[in-house]
C-alpha cells in the first residue's frame, strides 16, 4: 500500500509539471479506462503480477508525463457501488466479464493518437486487457 502511495505521489507531481509545460489549445482530453478480465468477487491478475508489471506501468505513463500530454491517473479499487433510481448494488459493473481497473487523462491532437498510445498501454501488451478511450467534452465558458 505505502509503494502504491509513493507511486501515486509520483504520478501527481508529474502531473502537474506536464500540466504547466502544455500550453496548446489545439489538444482534447480524453478518458482512457483501462479495464482487465474479472473473477468472482476478486482480480484474475494476483498481486505479484501487478508488481512485476509496476516498472512497465511507471515507464508508460512517465512516458505519457514528459511529453506533457498527462492529465491524471490512477488505480481503480475492486469493490464499487452501482446506483441507479431503484437501488444501490455494492458490486463492480462488469462489461463481457471485464472490470474497469483504472483511468488515465491524456491530451492528444486526436482520436488516432489516443488509440495509438493506448495500443502500448501495459493493460493491453500484459494483461491482454482493453482500453475505453472517451473525448471529454469541457463544459461552455460562461
Given at each position: 500500500?505505502?509503494?502504491?502511495?509513493?507511486?501515486?505521489?509520483?504520478i501527481?507531481?508529474m502531473?502537474?509539471?506536464s500540466?504547466?509545460q502544455t500550453?496548446?489549445n489545439?489538444?482534447?482530453e480524453?478518458?482512457?479506462l483501462?479495464?482487465?478480465?474479472s473473477?468472482d468477487g476478486?482480480?484474475?491478475?494476483?498481486?505479484?503480477?501487478?508488481?512485476?508489471?509496476?516498472?512497465?506501468?511507471?515507464?508508460w505513463?512517465?512516458s505519457?508525463a514528459r511529453?506533457?500530454?498527462?492529465?491524471?491517473?490512477?488505480p481503480?479499487?475492486?469493490n464499487?457501488?452501482?446506483?441507479?433510481?431503484?437501488s444501490?448494488?455494492?458490486q463492480?459493473?462488469?462489461?463481457?466479464?471485464?472490470l474497469?481497473?483504472?483511468y488515465?487523462i491524456?491530451?492528444?491532437?486526436?482520436?488516432?493518437?489516443?488509440v495509438?498510445i493506448?495500443k502500448t498501454?501495459?493493460?493491453?501488451t500484459?494483461y491482454?486487457?482493453?482500453v475505453?478511450i472517451?473525448?471529454m467534452?469541457p463544459f461552455?465558458?460562461q
Amino acid at each position: 500500500m505505502k509503494k502504491l502511495l509513493f507511486i501515486t505521489l509520483i504520478i501527481f507531481f508529474m502531473t502537474q509539471n506536464s500540466s504547466a509545460q502544455t500550453g496548446t489549445n489545439n489538444t482534447t482530453e480524453y478518458l482512457l479506462l483501462f479495464r482487465n478480465v474479472s473473477g468472482d468477487g476478486k482480480y484474475l491478475v494476483t498481486p505479484e503480477d501487478m508488481q512485476r508489471a509496476m516498472p512497465k506501468w511507471q515507464a508508460w505513463i512517465g512516458s505519457i508525463a514528459r511529453q506533457g500530454k498527462l492529465v491524471a491517473t490512477n488505480p481503480v479499487e475492486y469493490n464499487g457501488k452501482v446506483v441507479s433510481a431503484d437501488s444501490v448494488e455494492d458490486q463492480p459493473y462488469l462489461v463481457k466479464k471485464e472490470l474497469i481497473v483504472g483511468y488515465l487523462i491524456l491530451k492528444a491532437a486526436s482520436a488516432e493518437e489516443a488509440v495509438a498510445i493506448s495500443k502500448t498501454s501495459p493493460i493491453i501488451t500484459e494483461y491482454k486487457g482493453s482500453v475505453e478511450i472517451r473525448a471529454m467534452i469541457p463544459f461552455p465558458q460562461q
